[in-house]
């Protein structure tokens, strides 16, 4: 049966980091509300779901329902083959995936610094600030972290393009590569000067396409443009 | 053996939410940084470390080093019997804990919306704020969650203290005690009005503390105080 993933259409938003993993993984799914926003609204609303998601995005499989981009993440790595099979491989997976999260709220914060309920336009000289922070301070903190668990790791070696966790692609090689393709559309200037310091990550940006099915996806009108409506917005202001 | 947490002295922060869970099980720990920072930070900063955490608070157990609260209670649940045996149950604890750390995040970006780096003082206009939408939108979108998961879980009919998975404790009980206590000490005018419209999360917040480990706990000199270092903050100009 296909898994259902359950996600706001029109941007790639969080549900772009659990698809990923559906397409290189080749797993069969239907994302739902490309063609019925109902059906994401009534699990979203109906007093029915006894467990209900907080938000998009969440996953359908059979009677279950997962939210969280992570939990999803953490359920179908290995149902994907995109994890390693020890609990501790998996839950250092997990902890990495996590630490991509918070940088992807971050960055989602440097254009709604104030309340995603208002305007980016209405909190501008905010997220003025709140970015010249994110990218002086915290986007290099956070590279530099991945920078070092990819030099550290002993199954790295030699290699053209590394892994963060041992010798074969895992989801969370897929969501770096998406945070990396995120940070350098909306700050194309700060983010080709933070990841100079970084060439492991950029190793493994250029490296990931070569799995073949993502590759056809990147290439397909599945993958949505990034967009002013999304996580990963281009305000030229922002990018200092 | 004993479970090694580390995280900073002086404040509950991350940290309690992990402490909440150790303490209720009676579970035996050090917490390492109380007494000696210098271990904490080497994990941190030093290259040897082939996984390090990114931040604090992470648990250290034999070899594992396991970072992110909700990865470290992931982990814990099952080893202190605070969580349902079933990957079902496992997930939708995790996924409500993941919910927890998100408002956690919102919470601690009322007192610094624009840079972790900042002072208080130098971001209160725009403090105030995301103060005000977090408490006018968001806390009581979270808490409204958090009472229809009480109210639709069949086991919690006719019970005078509910959980939020099956029958028992969880350590996302424990966790959404700390929030109830923590939105309490930040923010008594708005988190009381909140609440009255949440009797199921008050019942559970009041309900927790029967649990007697931890009620030792709370009342120990173990349990530090709120203060104005730490996520939750009482700033009255924010309390609207």
Redesign the interface.
């Known amino acids: 049966m296909s898994y259902q993933l359950h996600y706001w259409p029109g941007i790639q938003g969080r549900g772009e980091f659990v698809r990923l993993a559906l397409e290189a993984a080749g797993a069969p799914y239907v994302d739902v509300a490309r063609g019925d926003m109902e059906a994401m609204l009534r699990y979203l609303d109906d ?1 029915s ?6 938000a998009p995005p969440f996953l359908v499989d059979g009677k ?1 329902v ?3 981009t ?2 999803i993440l ?2 179908l790595g290995p149902r994907l083959g995109l994890v390693g099979k020890s609990e ?1 491989d998996q ?2 997976t ?2 990495i995936q ?2 991509v999260a ?1 940088l992807v ?1 971050e960055v989602h ?1 440097t254009h709604h ?3 995603s ?2 305007y980016y336009e209405d ?1 501008q000289p ?1 997220a003025k ?2 970015a010249q ?1 994110l990218l002086k ?1 915290r986007v290099p903190k ?1 590279l530099a ?1 991945f920078e ?2 990819l030099e ?3 199954r790295n070696a030699g290699k053209e393009v590394p892994h963060l966790v041992g010798a074969r692609l895992s989801y969370v090689d897929l969501s770096l590569f998406q945070l990396v393709e995120g940070l350098s559309y909306a700050f194309p200037k700060a983010a080709a000067r933070a990841l100079r310091k970084a060439p492991r990550v950029l190793a493994l940006h250029q490296g990931v396409p070569r799995n073949r099915r993502l590759a056809a996806y990147l290439a397909s009108e599945r993958r949505l443009l990034f967009n002013e409506q999304g996580i990963f917005r281009r305000y030229p202001e922002l990018d200092r």
Do not use: C, M
């Not at 779901?49 to 907080?54: K, N």
């Open positions: 007093d779901v006894q467990r209900p998601p907080f279950k997962i939210g969280q992570a939990a953490l359920y501790a839950l250092w997990h902890q996590l630490t918070d709220t914060d610094p104030i309340a309920s208002l909190q905010e600030r709140r922070d301070n956070f972290w070092a668990i550290r790791s002993p």
